[in-house]
């Protein structure tokens, strides 16, 4: 399946994210990720990165409200 500009684009602002929370040894966590992606979005002038921005705040807010609350407390 071929991904979109934005899917790939999303991906890697994740990361991003991920990666910063990481250096300031944050906890990553799906609070922590959506005020990252939100900082941000706040510094990022590039109307393509601030759509995947956009995207990937509402895919991180959209997996929390769906995520069952039984999956979170199971032990693996």
């Known amino acids: 399946m071929k991904r979109s500009k934005f899917e790939k ?3 890697i602002m994740i990361g991003e994210a991920v990666v910063g929370l990481l250096a300031q ?3 990553v966590d799906t609070q922590n ?4 992606l939100s900082a941000m979005g ?3 002038s590039d109307p393509d990165r601030l759509e995947a921005l956009r ?6 807010q959209h997996a929390t409200l769906t995520t069952p609350i ?3 407390t199971k032990k693996h």
């Open 33 to 36: 990720l959506s005020a990252s």
């Open 70 to 72: 039984a999956s979170l």
């Open 42 to 44: 706040n510094r990022e």
């Open 55 to 60: 995207i990937a705040l509402d895919e991180v």
């Open 9 to 11: 684009l999303t991906d």
């Open 25 to 27: 040894e944050g906890r």
